[in-house]
C-alpha cells in the first residue's frame, strides 16, 4: 500500500515533472492527426519514464490516460562555423487518453 506520504511527495514530484521536464506539446501533421484518436504527443526529457509521464499528465490535464508509448528521438548535428556539435536528447510520448476525456490544446479564436 502506499501512504500517504508518499501519495504527497510523488504529488510535488509530478509539479516538479510538469515545470521541468516536459518540455512542449509536439504539433506536427501527424501529431494532429492523431487528435482524433484521443492521442496527444509530447516532447519530454529522456531520463522520465512512462509511469511518471502518466502521474504528470493526469495530474495536469485532469484526464484519465490509458497508455504511454514512448521513443528515443536520433541526435541531430549542429554546424556553428569550423565547430561541430549535437543537439540535446529527447523523447517522444505519445498518451492515449480514455474515450471519455479530451485536452483542449487549442481554444477558439
Known sequence: MVSEANKINMS???DYILLNDIKQISTTKKSL?????KKYTFLVSPILTKDLIKLAVEKYFNVRVIKVNTSNMPTKK???G????????MKKA???LDKAYEIS?????
Open 105 to 109: 490544446l487549442f481554444t477558439d479564436i
Open 12 to 14: 510535488s514530484y509530478a
Open 78 to 80: 549542429k554546424f556553428v
Open 94 to 96: 505519445i498518451v492515449t
Open 82 to 89: 569550423k565547430y561541430v556539435g549535437v543537439k540535446s536528447k
Open 33 to 37: 492527426w492523431s487528435l482524433e484518436n
